[in-house]
């Protein structure tokens, strides 16, 4: 590092404007990789924070939440088989809704089974249960001014909900809120006619046995191939029950491939500089070559020259956006943060640098020292 | 005693087919430690081929150059950079310093080539050499902020910082002018004996001719031992 330190302080200029392009790089990368974690939380927090290995869908070749219908059977034929822990109906219907003030309001409700495994800790409130048609909505809502003992009218079918407790964390699917509900207040809203049954009169019982999809907890070696078989079901594990929520994959991929494309970006960049910066330097490596120094000699100082100018520009720009994000955290942006993913996207940004930087390798290696004699051989 | 600079029948034939020139053509010669011989010779006749293949940057086509006893045809790339490293010092044409390296950090830049991070007995040998050439004072100045002749004392402090066996020296008064030029060959000749070390430098400058030991004329790639040399200074 002899001359490399010397470099970077007496080059300084330009030294300078490559880690601020370093710094803005890293900044975004960091920005992307919060808003991606972000925008994943405010697609499908309400399925992250489902206590299921697996969900089970009706049988098809593309599964999603609105569009599956599992029957009573297919459910029950899961209860009990080897490795099966636990079984639990849910529905999931998407709505459009009113809140007492009349504010219009697009909605996930979701019925979940008694005592259901699902049904989130309210924060205010109570639990679901002592009403028939009383619901726990989460964070999304209660921002909008949502309290408890608001009503809630589903649209169309004309369904009244009350608030009874409320969550303070947003729960989303498809960047929809979700509302838990009762199960049976769910089958009336998604299968029954629009007002609920006539006066005195209830719903046929089939339309108690249908719901959207199964929860279960299955254990590891679950013969689940088999049991999807026997029950007409196909099941999916946390990744692709993820991937079954609508524009997920696709927002997912599209931040993904700005990550990519920066990373690239960066590796170019870096690579650019220090090839133009070892032609600058053309004439002084073959004087160093001259005085003997080795191939590997020249090519070390050189790397740990692009390690530092890598190094402190993504820890430059890494700072910024944590500054940044943190102020973001609180407001309307989906951003989130996680040490993981700052780790995982300042390595990646060092390896597209360094590999940026060893573009140049060859350049410093192929150099003939004999140009220090100044005249052309 | 040996001799430290050896070459025995050293033919260097450039380029190939239609396009080959004969650059050194059976050149011998010996340079004593201590000693300082001058080429004399016009541009294109050889010169800068004698340093490229005294300094193992060029491979001979045939004959044999040995430093110190050392033959540095049979050796291999990397060994050939360490033969430089060690025994060979260089004071190049517009003395090719670092840019970013201040006078004394040029010379120290020679120790850490060799592995070894520069201690404070290594920059009191930098301060004495950059004191013996004249500017103590600018050890911590970089090349920018140097003049010529400046930078040229810097380049022969810096050769001899690695005490090494040969010095091999290209037109060192190329860009300067003739008092200074005339200086620095003085200095070079008073560092030669006093270090005892074998110097080889090639120019086309006649006046400086006296201030060497012996005189050799280079035309064609041929070498010779120089008969005009007293017309020559006249010149």
């Known amino acids: ?377 | 005693m040996s001799k430290s600079l050896t070459t025995e029948h050293v033919t260097l034939i450039l380029g190939d087919g239609a396009s080959e020139v004969t650059a050194l053509d059976d050149v011998c010669f010996e340079i004593d430690a201590g000693e300082m011989v001058a080429v004399l010779g016009p541009s294109g006749a050889g010169k800068s081929s004698l340093l490229a293949v005294c300094g193992g940057l060029r491979t001979p086509t045939s004959g044999r150059i040995s430093i110190d006893g050392v033959d540095i045809n049979q050796a291999s790339g990397s060994e050939r950079t360490k033969i430089r490293r060690e025994r060979i010092g260089f004071v190049f044409q517009q003395s090719n310093l670092v840019p970013s390296l201040t006078s004394v950090d040029q010379l120290l830049l020679l120790v850490h080539l060799r592995g070894r991070r520069p201690g404070a007995t290594d920059r009191e040998r930098a301060m004495r050499l950059l004191d013996e050439v004249g500017i103590a004072d600018k050890a911590n100045r970089r090349p920018g902020e140097l003049s010529g002749g400046e930078r040229q004392r810097v380049g022969i402090a810096r050769a001899f910082m690695s005490e090494p066996k040969i010095l091999l020296v290209d037109e060192p008064t190329s860009m300067l002018d003739r008092n200074r030029g005339r200086q620095i060959v003085e200095l070079l000749a008073r560092e030669c004996h006093e270090h005892s070390v074998a110097t080889l430098m090639v120019t086309h400058d006649h006046s400086i001719l006296d201030l060497a030991d012996r005189v050799l004329e280079i035309s064609d790639g041929r070498l010779a031992e120089a008969t005009t040399i007293d017309t020559a200074v006249n010149a």
């Open chain 1, 1 to 377: 590092m002899f001359i490399a330190i010397r470099d970077l302080t007496y080059a300084r200029g330009r030294f300078l404007l490559m880690g601020i392009v370093v710094s803005l790089v890293s900044f975004l990368v960091i920005m992307l990789s919060g808003l991606s974690a972000g925008l994943v939380k405010a697609n499908i927090s309400g399925l992250m924070a489902l206590p299921a290995t697996h969900i089970a869908f009706e049988y098809t070749d593309h599964p999603g939440y609105r569009n599956t219908m599992v029957e009573r059977y297919m459910w029950e034929g899961w209860v009990g088989q080897a490795g099966v822990k636990r079984v639990e109906p849910m529905g999931h219907t998407v709505f459009n809704a009113r809140s007492a003030a009349d504010q219009p309001l697009e909605i996930a409700l979701w019925g979940l089974m008694p005592d259901s495994i699902i049904e989130p800790m309210v924060t205010r409130g109570e639990q679901l249960g002592e009403l028939e048609n009383g619901v726990i909505i989460s964070g999304g809502l209660a921002d909008e001014g949502i309290e408890v003992g608001d009503m809630i009218t589903l649209d169309r079918v004309l369904t009244e909900l009350v608030v009874v407790g409320i969550m303070e964390e947003v729960r989303t699917i498809g960047h929809v809120p979700i509302i838990y509900a009762p199960l049976r207040k769910w089958q009336e809203a998604t299968y029954g006619p629009p007002g609920g049954p006539p006066p005195g009169e209830s719903l046929p019982d089939i339309v108690f046995d249908f719901v959207s999809v199964i929860m279960l907890q299955l254990e590891e070696g679950t013969a689940i191939e088999a049991l999807d078989d026997q029950n007409e079901t196909l099941t999916l594990d946390r990744l692709k029950f993820y991937s079954a929520s609508t524009g997920y994959d696709a927002e997912v991929q599209s931040v993904q491939l700005i990550q990519w494309l920066l990373f690239v970006i960066s590796a170019v960049v870096i690579g650019a500089f220090f090839s133009i910066w070892t032609i600058q330097r053309t004439n002084e490596i073959g004087l160093v070559k001259a005085l003997g120094a080795s191939n590997g000699y020249l090519v070390r100082d050189s790397l740990s020259q692009a390690f530092f100018l890598v190094g402190a520009g993504t820890l430059v720009g890494m700072g910024l956006a944590i500054w940044l994000g943190i102020a973001a955290e609180g407001s309307e942006m989906p951003f989130m943060l996680e040490t993981s993913t700052l780790i995982t996207a300042m390595a990646a940004l060092m390896v597209a640098g360094m590999i940026g930087a060893g573009m140049s390798v060859n350049r410093i290696t192929s150099i003939d020292p004999i140009i220090a004699l100044g005249r052309v051989q």
